[in-house]
């Protein structure tokens, strides 16, 4: 079973949760920017005198489709990473995904989201993190 | 001819290049506050009055404002499409310089005053009615109380009221107007409940740093001549602009954090202030101007907000009060000790100097905002002054010019 992560997650994190996902093995990913807010409803901005309110704020829509064996793994590296603690942290949606095709090869469902070295890989080879794994990518 | 002073005509004619500048200047301080979809409107509004009030005064403005006085309040055709206006100097305004100089440099300040005006009415005004009241307002407001204030026989002038550099002609005249303007044409919609979000402040930023350098050419360039009055003028307003800004910022830092579009604004503000008394008054004198100058506007922001008038880029606040603070401030520290052309001020002993000037700016400020009231009732009853609702919300930049400023 394929499943896809969508996440919202602040701008500036996005850096730390692509580096820790890479170090788990999570390699394929797409990202959008977003405008919207969830429970924290909105940001305070100065204005030339005085505050206004602004409440569509800026973040980044990472998307992951993976297999379910890896999906809480992941989930956890990217909470781990998106934290700080605050309003506006984001969210995490989890979708069932019904097929996956890669262009190129033609290839469907989980074979078409391996990559050489990816999470899967490192699993069988005694969750190894080689140098050169991370290299090919 | 005799009287020609390469000197006085190098540097008027390097302050005209740069009172142009401040038109696309404030095309971008402006631009830069309004939302993407209606950047290029914005920028434009402030543009093609260059070309639209060059040609205007060319042909029959600057004769309005500066032929020869017909009773105390309009100039005669005298000088209609320039006749007569060339290399001979006109001892009555600049002795040293050619009076088709002069004309020209006055054309500049034609150019920009209703320039100003265009950020009370920004993100929904139609094309053509506004280029239809920028012909009308520089010809009924604008060149008339440039005749009462600066040419020899206006009533303002002959009452002895202040003006070096177009505090009142200028920027009282401007911002009582867009007052009237955004009193006609209402708010944008959906103004008070969504955030209307400045789109680039960095082009705010920019712009207000061209308008500093080229307000040096504004009053600088006021005194007419490379000379102490010109390069007093320079340094007041320099010394004015830097203590609003500073007190901006700390009015700013008070109600939060320190902003850099106040800050700016705040740089604006005591250029406003400091140009009637540019060429009258200390550096010290100076900075007390710029510094009250920034609450002024600062609490007049405040106030136009707490009424929920979308006045939407604040001209009323900042150059129509900065505007009247300079006026009255030009009656309080004005001293012939700085220029023996001026008057004393209250401060040097002459309290009648501040009536006057009190007097002069309530006058400008009656006759601005009431013509300016009339002129935009008339034309939205006949030419309809708003973009439809969709054109609204689509943008101006599509609706009326068929173009996007980003893609």
Redesign the interface.
């Known amino acids: 079973m394929t499943k896809k992560i969508e996440v919202i997650l602040r701008e500036e994190k996005f850096q730390d949760v692509k580096d820790a996902l890479r170090k788990i093995g999570i390699i394929g990913m797409n990202v959008v920017e977003v405008r919207g807010h969830g429970r924290q409803g909105g940001i305070?901005?100065?204005?030339?005198?005085?505050?206004?309110?602004?409440?569509m704020l800026p973040r980044y829509q990472l998307n992951i489709v993976l297999s379910d064996h890896n999906v809480e793994r992941t989930i956890e590296t990217i909470c781990a990473a998106a934290k700080t603690g605050n309003p506006g942290d984001g969210i995490i949606f989890v979708y069932p995904v019904d097929d996956v095709i890669r262009i190129r090869t033609g290839e469907r469902g989980a074979q078409a989201l391996h990559y050489k070295g990816d999470i899967d890989d490192r699993r069988a080879s005694g969750n190894g993190h080689t140098a050169a794994a991370t290299a090919k990518v | 001819m005799e009287n020609l002073s390469a000197g006085d005509t190098a540097w008027v004619l390097t302050a005209t290049a740069l009172v142009l500048v401040m038109t696309p200047a404030l095309a971008f301080f402006y631009g830069g506050m309004v939302r993407k979809k209606n950047a290029l409107s914005t920028l434009n509004l402030s543009f093609i009055i260059m070309a639209l009030l060059s040609i205007q005064w060319v042909l029959y403005g600057f004769t309005l404002a500066f032929g020869p006085n017909i009773g105390g309040f309009i100039g005669g055709l005298d000088y209609l499409g320039f006749a007569g206006v060339g290399a001979e100097p006109n001892g009555d305004y600049a002795a040293t310089i050619p009076f088709l100089l002069f004309a020209t440099f006055q054309m500049m300040f034609a150019v920009i005053t209703p320039a100003l005006i265009t950020g009370s009415f920004v993100e929904r005004v139609r094309f053509l009615p506004f280029l239809v009241f920028t012909v009308l307002w520089a010809t009924l407001v604008y060149d008339p109380v440039a005749h009462w204030v600066w040419a020899v026989g206006g009533f303002l002038r002959n009452m002895g009221a202040l003006d070096f550099a177009g505090g009142t002609v200028v920027h009282i005249t401007a911002g009582f107007s867009a007052l009237a303007f955004a009193m006609v044409i209402g708010a944008r919609r959906g103004f008070g409940k969504a955030?209307m979000?400045p789109h680039n402040i960095p082009y705010t930023v920019l712009g207000a740093g061209l308008l500093w350098m080229g307000w040096f050419g504004f009053n600088a360039g006021s005194a007419l001549g490379a000379n102490p009055a010109a390069v007093n003028a320079l340094v007041t307003t320099n010394t004015a602009a830097a203590a609003s800004a500073l007190i901006w910022m700390i009015?700013?830092w008070r109600?939060?954090?320190?902003?850099v579009?106040?800050i700016v604004?705040g740089a604006v503000v005591g250029l406003v202030a400091i140009t009637p008394g540019a060429g009258y008054v200390t550096p010290i004198g100076a900075i007390a101007i710029g510094a009250i100058a920034a609450p002024i506007?600062?609490?007049a922001?405040?106030l136009r907000?707490k009424r929920n008038l979308d006045e939407s880029l604040?001209v009323w606040a900042c150059h129509g009060m900065g505007g009247l603070w300079g006026a009255i401030a030009t009656g309080l520290f004005a001293t012939t000790a700085v220029n023996a052309a001026g008057f004393d001020g209250l401060f040097y002993g002459n309290p009648q100097q501040l009536v006057t000037q009190v007097v002069a700016a309530a006058i400008t400020i009656v006759f601005a905002f009431g013509l300016t009231f009339i002129i935009t009732k008339a034309l939205d009853a006949t030419l309809r002054l708003r973009v439809s609702q969709n054109a609204e919300e689509v943008g101006l930049d599509l609706s009326e010019h068929g173009e996007r400023a980003y893609t």
């Open positions: 305070t901005l100065e204005g030339r005198a005085g505050t206004y309110q602004v409440d | 955030a979000e009015l700013s109600d939060g954090k320190p902003s579009l106040g604004t506007s600062y609490y922001i405040r907000q604040d």
